[in-house]
């Protein structure tokens, strides 16, 4: 609130919140501090006639805001923020493009800011930095439980820890684990390392030649450990249902499965378990519990750890406590929660950005359709292509406007269906 009620005194406002909820909220908190407030798009038409503040979701990036004086968005580091649906797009660089044609600045908020943000827009308006106290009040209680002694293949997800925390009547507790369509965690049944990456850090996967691939770089090597040199491995990852069984014989109560396919509200229960979906469809609560906390941070997607920390935070939003179960304690991700200080993510994001050539140092664009080798045959020398050669390809630039202007220049057979997804959140 002091962020935009210290906007609107430069003049009318456009705020951009991720989820709905929120935007009525602030809506009504800021019409008792006196301000004009239109909520798009069911106000659009007294947005377009003029007031202090104009407040939407994602779509609000494009709402009318005559003589728009700042603009703020809040969360920059949620993916709500970005518009996967043909065009692509992201309510943060349509925001602050509108504040650089009209010459007004703009501010980002969020605890956990992406690299993007501090990279490409720090210097450009701003990007809110609280005091270290202050930001640390506010982030939960972090629990690590380091499981790094333990057999991984031998041992359920249900350690000591959460059964103290789900055995409590007075408490209720929401358990996460997210491991449909994500990569497999693989451990060495030798020396119990965790498998990774010896490039980018991520999980690795066998492929079915036997090999370990990895799908954030395309990086492959044989089938050995990279800390004992042993070829056997257990794979970490239990279903839900599976959770859910262990979960009630042990808290010795109802546990009730929540997933993104629900469409009914859950039911009321002392101790709930499922994918991300539930920090959405539950809350407030006492206890959020990450069971297999390495999938999100060595997933093999460039921005992992950035998301990692995201569920953190918005966990942190719902429950005092957060509790985390990981074979690796000491990443950067859980240190990061735990002292409440997301620049110790952003400083290690950035030297394996760099190095990779991947966002903000670089660009992407995902190209898919019965078009797309056609379309990805005509582009120049100095963008890349990389894909399985049917009709998914992922090109790479050395910025948005050389890309750009790469994707535009070529032609589109008549008939071909092409779809360019531009910065896709999830590669």
């Known amino acids: 609130m002091p962020t935009l009620l210290a906007a609107v005194g430069f003049g ?3 705020v951009v919140v991720p989820e709905r909820d929120v935007v ?3 809506a009504t908190r800021l019409r008792r501090a006196g301000v004009s407030v239109a909520i798009v798009p069911d106000d659009w038409a007294m947005a377009a006639g003029g007031v202090d ?11 009318p805001c005559p003589d728009l004086a700042a603009a703020v968005l809040l969360d920059e580091h949620d993916d709500l923020h970005q518009n996967e649906r043909t065009p692509t797009w992201h309510a943060r660089d349509v925001l602050v493009e509108r504040c650089r ?9 969020s605890p956990a800011p992406t690299l993007t943000a501090v990279v490409d827009y720090a210097g450009a308006g701003g990007v809110v930095h609280p005091p270290p106290a202050r930001e640390r009040a506010g982030w939960p209680r972090v629990t690590v439980v380091g499981r790094t002694e333990e057999d991984p293949w031998k041992r359920s997800l249900v350690t000591s820890e959460l059964i103290e925390r789900i055995r409590d009547p007075e408490s209720t507790v929401v358990c996460v684990s997210n491991t449909t369509g994500r990569a497999r965690v693989l451990a060495c049944r030798s020396c119990r390392a965790l498998i990774r990456c010896e490039t980018c850090d991520a999980a690795v996967g066998l492929d079915d030649d036997g090999r370990l691939s990895c799908r954030r770089c395309g990086a492959v090597r044989p089938a050995v450990c990279q800390s004992c040199g042993a070829g056997r491995f257990a794979n970490l990852r239990p279903g839900v249902t599976r959770l859910r069984e262990e979960l009630e014989a042990a808290a010795a109560r109802p546990v009730v499965a929540v997933t993104g396919a629900d469409t009914h509200p859950p039911e009321r229960a002392g101790v709930y378990v499922g994918t991300e979906a539930v920090l959405h469809r539950v809350g407030p609560v006492d206890v959020v519990a990450f069971l297999e906390f390495d999938s999100e941070m060595l ?6 750890g950035e998301q990692a920390l995201a569920l953190i935070v918005h966990a942190g939003r719902i429950a005092p406590e957060v509790l985390i179960q990981t074979f690796s304690p000491t990443h950067e991700v859980v240190r990061a929660a735990s002292v409440g200080d997301p620049s110790i993510v952003l400083d290690s994001e950035r030297g394996r950005r760099e190095l990779l050539g991947l966002p903000p140092y670089g660009a992407l664009a995902l190209v898919s359709g019965s078009g797309a080798g056609d ?3 005509q582009l120049p020398a100095d963008i890349a292509v990389g894909g399985d050669g049917t009709d998914r390809f992922l090109v790479r630039g050395p910025d948005w406007l050389t890309l750009g202007a790469a994707l535009n220049s070529v032609d589109r057979l008549p ?4 779809r360019v997804e531009v910065d896709p959140p999830r590669i």
């Open 299 to 304: 997933a093999p997607r460039f921005r992992a």
């Open 53 to 63: 503040v104009v407040i939407g979701t994602r779509s609000a990036a494009w709402a």
């Open 101 to 109: 044609r009209a010459g007004v600045p703009f501010v980002l908020v």
């Open 24 to 26: 009525a909220l602030l």
């Open 12 to 14: 009318p406002t456009l």
């Open 375 to 377: 379309l990805v045959a």
């Open 415 to 418: 008939g071909s269906r092409v």
